[in-house]
């Protein structure tokens, strides 16, 4: 391609250089330094490679310069009229987007950008490109995310929003020396739990994985004043294991006059094992505090448990479970010494 020389006086230069300082739109930034780079010297297939676009695309923006000055600089789509992606059609697009195709008379039942233009059709009458959809969508922050599966709690609202507020005033009005946890199990796979990660582009990362699965149980117990975190571990998930965890909250806490529990209703924590031993040598040092069902947003020790999984077990390499419990029992100690590190502070 013949070289394009480009010959500007010395105020032009210093006029293209202070809009190139003022300049806040990073398409006509590029432009500009597409001018800057030809007057400096290099070919237009040149300053392609270094701007990283078509070298036709640079003759183009010299041409309109010479023409037209400076102001060929600028996107001649302004001339279009308003931008379609308003402060209004935005505000519709986040309602639509955090409900469901359904909410609005469509079988599928995931958005695609395409659904979701011809529902702002029928909502503002404005149609746009699949391109200009996604910009939007990046205008409102949306992103592709795998929804969280959930159980609707089968109680009232009004009794659950009770029984909440019953287990806060137990926590808010906790005597000195008694204590308050929040209580869960958590289920260890040597199987690693496959979650995201990043990659360079042309790889997908591989997690081997032992073929036969083997299984480790902890019960654990979130202090509500500390953040410290008591577990025990199991082969098994049964009453005997929560019965363990009790244990070891009474030896943790000699003096204290009564251990509060706040949990869920799985069937090891309500069995007939477990208030046999509450109505005998647990009697008066023990209380449970029951959830309400299918409520695990209000019991805190499930965020513990997903940074366990975040930290330890999720696209694991370790090569057996031995191996496998050394780095939980790690990640939970190393936890602990640091929520005593913040208090100790």
Known sequence: MEKIVLKVRFGVKERLSRGLRQCRDAGTRLRYLMIFNVINGRSTRQTGEV???HHTTVGRVVKKFCQYGEAGLYDGRADNGDDKL?????????????KTPADYGWRRPTWTRELLI?????LTGVRIHVTTMSRGLAMIK??????????????HKAA???????????????PRREYAFYE?????????????????SGQQKEVPTPGKNEKRYLAGALDVRTGALIWVEGERKTSYLFLDLLDRLR???????????????????KSDIVFAALGGYLAGKIKLHFLPPYCPDHNRIE??????????????????????????RYYLHKRNRQKHKLIAA
């Open 251 to 269: 030896q943790e806490y000699p003096d204290a006059r009564c251990l509060h529990l706040i949990l869920d209703n799985y069937r090891i924590h």
């Open 142 to 155: 949306a992103r592709r995310g795998r929804p969280r599966p959930t159980v609707g709690c089968p109680w």
């Open 303 to 328: 965020r513990v448990w997903q940074d366990l999984h975040a930290n330890v077990t999720r696209n694991h390499r370790q090569p057996n479970m031995t191996k496998l419990m050394e780095a939980v």
């Open 160 to 174: 659950k929003t009770r029984r909440l507020r019953q287990l806060q005033q137990v926590i808010a009005t906790l």
């Open 184 to 200: 869960d199990e958590v289920d260890i796979h040597l199987n690693p739990k496959v979650g995201c990660d990043w990659m360079v």
């Open 86 to 98: 308003d402060e209004d059609y935005l505000q519709h697009l986040h309602t639509i987007v955090s």
């Open 118 to 122: 011809e529902t702002m059709v029928r």
């Open 51 to 53: 701007l990283k676009v």
